[in-house]
C-alpha cells in the first residue's frame, strides 16, 4: 500500500494533476479580479464597497495572495518538468518536436507577452495596491467638492493618463492570451484528446480569452471616454 503511495507521489499522474489544479486556480484568480473590476461601472460608492469588503478581510485576502503566488510558481515548474520528461521520452528536442506544427500566435509571443505581464502587475500594484487610497491621487479634479474618492479615485485618475492605460489594454491582452492558451495546455497535459470535444476545446479556450481580455481593456477605454463617471 505504501509502495502504490509512493509511486503515485512520484508520477507523472501526480504533477500532471497538480498541474491542471494550479492553472484552474489561476483561472479563478483572473475570472473573478475581473467581476471584482467591472463594479467600476457602479460608480465611486459601489466600486469603494467593493474595495473595502476586502479590506475587512485583509488577513484572508493576504492567504489568498500568496496562495496564488505558490499556485503559479508549482504551475510553471511542473509544466516544464513535465515538459522535459515528454522530450526525453520521445528522444528529441522539443523544438525539433514541433518544427512541422503550426504554432498559434499565442505560443509564438508567450515569452514576450509572459514578460509585459510581469512588469504590468508591478505597476499594477504600485497603483492601487500600495498607493494610498485617501491621497491626493485619489481626488477627482470636479468631482465630490474635491474630497478624495479612495480607490475609484485612484483608479479614474490612472486610466486617464493615457499611457497608463495603453500599457493596461496591452496587458491585458496578454492575458486573454495566456489564458486561452493555458486552458488548452491543461487539457493537453492531462492527456485529454477527443476527435469530437477537442475542438470545441480550443474554441471554448478562445472566447474565453477574448472575453477576459475585452471585460479587462473595457474599463480604461470607458475612463477615457467618459467626462463624468456613472453613479455620480
Known amino acids: 500500500m505504501s509502495a502504490g503511495i509512493g509511486r503515485y507521489l512520484g508520477s507523472s499522474v501526480l504533477r500532471k494533476q497538480l498541474v491542471a489544479i494550479t492553472g484552474l486556480v489561476m483561472v479563478g ?7 471584482g473590476n467591472l ?23 493576504w492567504v489568498m495572495r500568496v496562495g496564488l503566488i505558490i499556485s503559479t ?12 520528461e515528454n522530450n526525453a521520452a520521445r528522444g528529441r528536442s522539443y523544438q525539433v518536436g514541433r518544427s512541422k506544427e503550426p ?6 509571443t508567450m515569452r514576450y507577452s509572459g514578460i509585459l505581464i510581469i512588469l504590468f502587475v508591478a505597476l499594477h500594484l504600485y497603483d492601487f ?20 474618492l479612495e480607490l475609484f479615485g485612484l483608479v ?17 491582452s496578454s492575458v486573454g492570451l495566456h489564458l486561452s492558451h493555458g486552458i ?24 474565453v480569452g477574448v472575453l477576459v481580455a475585452l471585460g479587462f481593456a473595457s474599463l480604461p477605454i ?11
Do not use: C
Not at 479614474?156 to 500599457?167: E, H, Y
Open 73 to 84: 510558481a508549482l504551475h510553471i515548474v511542473l509544466t516544464m518538468t513535465l515538459v522535459l
Open 156 to 172: 479614474w485618475n490612472g486610466f486617464k493618463q493615457g499611457w497608463r492605460s495603453v500599457i493596461y489594454v496591452l496587458a491585458v
Open 129 to 148: 495596491t500600495f498607493a494610498s487610497k485617501t491621497g491626493p491621487g485619489s481626488v477627482v479634479a470636479g468631482l465630490n467638492d474635491g474630497k478624495s
Open 29 to 35: 484568480f483572473v475570472v473573478a479580479h475581473l467581476s
Open 184 to 207: 488548452q495546455s491543461v487539457f493537453q497535459t492531462v492527456g485529454f484528446n477527443h476527435e469530437r470535444y477537442t475542438p470545441i476545446i480550443r474554441k471554448a479556450s478562445i472566447a
Open 103 to 108: 504554432r498559434s500566435f499565442a505560443t509564438q
Open 222 to 232: 470607458y475612463v477615457l471616454l467618459a467626462k463624468v463617471p456613472f453613479g455620480v
Open 39 to 61: 463594479l467600476i461601472y457602479g460608480g465611486p460608492d459601489v466600486f469603494n464597497a467593493y474595495a473595502q469588503k476586502l479590506q475587512d478581510i485583509a488577513p484572508l485576502l
